[in-house]
């Protein structure tokens, strides 16, 4: 069946440092992929979302490519910053249903 | 501009007895709803959709049930509550149907079972 998974519970770094965030899936279905984002005591938010293969999507500073020949939609940021501590989730849309990964906690210190 | 509301923000409620949790949507019509049970500080899992009035399709099962009385409202229930059914509670809407759509979410409902 679908199933996404991110191998990364929890990611700690420097405020400053680049992060990659995994994400791969496995699907029957042309592949519709999403990155939602949790604050603390929040409710999850859109980041980012694609479709198209080998093409780039950015949002607030985050990207993300979807490559459909390794089943993986990572999500990516150059300089991360304190307020990207959250919870972010990537997530495989099967028509009605949208399967979630574990999900990677990010925690960015000073 | 469309609106989400949870109610209750919180419970608090003793195993075997029953709950209700409620959604409404503002500014949109006819959305697509949904309810997402989240564990503390785990992933997100999808309980049930509705497309339309007085349809609900059922995803997992969890010993709840669910319900869409009115075009803008979602209620979640059961009986019975077991300490499995703590955690958080969320509902959320979508404009269209089909794919690539964006989920939006309510604040949630923070269920503790005792």
């Known amino acids: 069946g679908d199933s996404v998974t991110q191998t990364e519970g929890l990611v700690t770094l420097t405020k400053g440092l680049p992060v990659m965030l995994n994400c791969t899936y496995q699907?029957?279905?042309?592949?519709?992929l999403f990155w939602y984002v949790q604050h603390l005591n929040e409710a999850p938010k859109l980041l980012l979302k694609?479709?198209?293969?080998?093409k780039r999507t950015e949002h607030q500073g985050f990207y993300a490519t979807l490559h459909k020949s390794s089943s993986s939609f990572h999500l990516q940021k150059s300089s991360v910053q304190l307020s990207d501590s959250a919870l972010y989730f990537c997530?495989?849309?099967?028509?009605?249903?949208?399967?979630f990964g574990s999900g990677t906690k990010l925690t960015v210190e000073p | 501009a469309q609106t989400i509301h949870q109610w209750p923000v919180a419970e608090i409620k003793a195993v075997g007895s029953p709950l209700s949790l409620g959604c409404t949507i503002k500014g949109k019509s006819s959305p697509n709803l949904y309810w997402y049970w989240q564990a503390t500080g785990g992933t997100l899992q999808q309980l049930f959709y509705?497309?339309?009035?007085?349809?609900v399709e059922s995803v997992v099962q969890l010993n709840l049930s669910a319900s869409r009385p009115k075009d803008d409202q979602f209620i979640l229930s059961t009986e019975k509550l077991l300490l499995s059914h703590s955690g958080f509670y969320l509902c959320a809407w979508s404009p269209d149907w089909g794919r690539e759509n964006t989920l939006y979410f309510g604040a949630g409902t923070r269920l503790s079972v005792l």
């Open positions: 699907t029957t279905y042309s592949p519709f």
């Open positions: 509705s497309i339309t009035v007085g349809q």
């Open positions: 997530a495989l849309d099967n028509y009605n249903v949208l399967y």
């Open positions: 694609s479709s198209t293969d080998n």
